[in-house]
């Protein structure tokens, strides 16, 4: 079956500090891997997606992922993160079992990221 | 903002009851999906159309039904309604399957 996993439901960090978010993916075939964000009261917001080429994907608001084939991985990156990185992040993967017609993410379970000053 | 209108943004309704959550994609967006957000269950599929016709379903229950207007806006339809219900339901919508989805604000939904 084919899924993503967030391992962890919180990260802490201090400003200014790089951040990790991790994920990691089990799928059929090449995966294609999203990260959105999430403020309080307010919809999924897309940070980047990798679908082939170059396994560092550069995305919105500084954030950076890098893919790792080997390790069935997609971890969300900052070098330096402010307050306002403070949110509820999640990684998510096209649900290929679905046939080229349908295009549906998989989402993991979220990781709540806290940034203090 | 992503583009993508959902109305109404709250809506508090009793057990047995039936309501519609309304959904405009982004503007040239051709593909609508609907996800229902709940604190045991996370972000779960529930269906997708493309340009009027279903292309996938995920767990959509029984109770549940959507459709996709001529004009690409869509409805979620939820009816026999339950505690359990209550949830973040969530449109998004892409240009075409395969491309970025990007979601709306979501309508919050608590049955009483």
């Known amino acids: 079956a084919q899924s993503v996993a967030q391992p962890e439901d919180q990260v802490n960090v201090a400003e200014g500090n790089p951040l990790t978010v991790k994920c990691t993916y089990s799928v059929s075939g090449n995966p294609y891997l999203f990260w959105y964000v999430q403020y309080p009261n307010r919809g999924l917001q897309f940070l980047l997606k990798?679908?082939?080429?170059?396994?560092l994907v550069k995305g919105s608001y500084g954030f950076e992922a890098e893919f790792n084939k080997s390790q069935t991985s997609f971890h969300l990156k900052k070098p330096s993160a402010l307050v306002s990185d403070s949110a509820l992040y999640f990684c998510?993967?096209?649900?290929?079992?679905?046939?080229?017609?349908?295009?549906?993410?998989?989402f993991g379970k979220g990781t709540t990221l806290s940034v203090s000053s | 903002d992503s583009g993508v209108t959902q109305t109404p943004k709250h809506l508090i309704t009793a057990t047995g009851q039936r309501v519609t959550l309304r959904c405009s994609p982004r503007s040239g967006d051709l593909s609508v999906y609907w996800y229902q957000q709940s604190l045991d269950q996370g972000l779960q599929f529930l269906i997708q159309?493309?340009?009027?016709?279903?292309?996938a379903k995920g767990n959509i229950l029984e109770r549940f039904s959507a459709q996709q207007f001529p004009d690409l806006h869509s409805e979620l339809n939820l009816s026999s309604l339950e505690l359990g219900d209550s949830a973040l339901y969530f449109c998004?919508?892409?240009?075409?399957?395969?491309?970025?989805?990007?979601f709306g604000e979501g309508s919050w939904l608590t049955v009483v």
């Open positions: 990798y679908i082939t080429g170059d396994n």
């Open positions: 159309y493309y340009n009027g016709e279903e292309r």
């Open positions: 998510a993967v096209r649900d290929m079992s679905l046939g080229q017609a349908g295009t549906a993410l998989i």
């Open positions: 998004a919508s892409s240009v075409a399957p395969g491309n970025t989805i990007y």
